[in-house]
């Protein structure tokens, strides 16, 4: 059985494909609308007819309005939706990420989903809020589908969701997962030099305590100075513990010293 991770890991990543697939859809429909817009406009004005002018809205068998100008918007309006695609599009597969988290955040990494669903909702809604074919509709509808998925996944794992789902940040978890020879090494087994920094150099109480007394030295060694310095600092320093070889007879204590007679010597009559 899979941890619950791997089954969000993929679940997530099951979306981003299928929004994937739907952006496409809609990039493959817009480039057919756009040559059907222009193949009608073409026909429309080959006939020149004034009359049909004045009785359509639209120019026949296309999505451009019958107004000033409206060829150019249609034209404007299926160029952008193509650009945005394409964002999009690699905001997904996340290249590249540099760009994305400078100059357009809201799809870098450090965001979620919600900022993509509404931007796939917009151009969704935006596709089929005129009437198109059956394939653009199909696809249009299937990116506002997906939009709404991606936004309640944002508001479920907001900022962690694009990190839940790449594969990178997987792979460096699995690997994770056993210990280094960095976390084996007991901390212990090298000291750290900030210490040693932080109880024999000067800091902004101890320049002021130097100051007050005149002195100008940039250190305190690790002399009665450096004991005294460490001491204002909160630092204790014990004296190390005596040791005795092993041959020798370990010393007795001053309670039993106390009871004990000081051995006396008599001289003898032999004695000089």
Request: contains cysteine; charged residues 20%.
């Amino acid at each position: 059985m899979l941890p619950p991770r791997a089954y969000i890991f993929l679940g997530l990543n099951s979306v981003r494909a299928l929004s994937i697939i739907s952006m496409l859809l809609v990039f493959a429909s817009s480039i057919f609308v756009l040559v059907n817009d222009i193949e009608a406009v073409n026909r429309f004005a080959k006939d020149g007819s004034d009359a049909d002018l004045t009785d359509c809205d639209y120019i026949e068998s296309s999505t451009v309005p019958n107004q000033p100008a409206g060829v150019f918007w249609a034209v404007v309006n299926r160029l952008l939706i193509i650009f945005q695609i394409i964002v999009l599009i690699l905001s997904e597969f996340g290249w590249p990420a540099t760009f994305f988290n400078r100059f357009f955040p809201v799809l870098g990494s450090e965001f979620g989903l919600g900022a993509l669903g509404i931007f796939q909702c917009l151009i969704g809604a935006t596709i089929l809020s005129h009437h198109v074919d059956d394939f653009t509709l199909v696809a249009a509808f299937f990116l506002f589908s997906i939009g709404c998925l991606n936004m309640l996944l944002g508001l479920i794992f907001r900022e962690r969701a694009k990190g839940k789902r790449s594969i990178t940040s997987w792979r460096a978890e699995a690997k994770g997962i056993l210990p280094t020879t960095k976390d084996l090494r007991p901390p212990f087994a090298r000291p750290q030099s900030g210490f040693l920094n932080s109880v024999f150099t000067r800091s902004d109480k101890s320049e002021a305590f130097d100051e007050e007394h005149g002195s100008k030295k940039a250190g305190m060694g690790f002399g009665t100075a450096g004991e005294k310095h460490a001491g204002l600092r909160g630092f204790l320093i014990s004296k190390p513990i005596e040791s005795l070889p092993k041959y020798a007879t370990a010393p007795r204590p001053e309670s039993s010293r106390a009871g004990t007679p000081e051995p006396r010597f008599k001289s003898s009559n032999s004695a000089l």
